[in-house]
């Protein structure tokens, strides 16, 4: 016989782990292919260290492309981009915290937002690359 708080504690167990798959299946598609990227880490905190190492590459291969794309443009031009950028940096940032406050205050939280600046940072990188003028 299974003593009753052994059974509630798998009971809870259980459901944390419910509550945990549903949380990954009911993610957006943008955050889902990054979580992918970064899905055979086993822990929360390693989730957030890989999506770390992969948002600062993301990041790296945003400024070299920007950095490209401001050197092709005229003083116009340039100054319509800086203001889009710092734009979409603001987006950026509130589309996040919006994404993950569906699991606002749990350990999954920043990790949704991480898949998210990830992925939404790589959607940007394509976005100004296909403004870089033809080689």
């Not at 492309?65 to 443009?73: F, G, H, P």
């Not at 116009?76 to 205050?105: I, N, P, T, V």
């Amino acid at each position: 016989m299974i003593p009753i708080a052994m059974k509630i504690h798998g009971q809870l167990l259980l459901a944390a782990a419910l509550a945990l798959a549903g949380s990954f299946a009911a993610a957006p598609a943008m955050a889902q292919q990054a979580q992918a990227d970064c899905a055979t880490e086993h822990s929360t905190l390693a989730m957030r260290a890989c999506y770390a190492r992969a948002s600062a590459t993301a990041d790296a291969e945003l400024n070299r492309t920007y950095r490209a794309l401001v050197a092709s443009l005229d003083a116009g031009r340039r100054a319509k981009l800086l203001a889009a950028q710092r734009a979409w940096l603001r987006y950026r940032d509130s589309h996040c915290a919006f994404m993950a406050s569906e699991s606002e205050g749990g350990t999954l939280e920043p990790v949704q937002r991480a898949a998210c600046v990830l992925e939404t940072t790589r959607t940007r990188t394509r976005e100004l690359r296909s403004a870089l003028p033809a080689r």
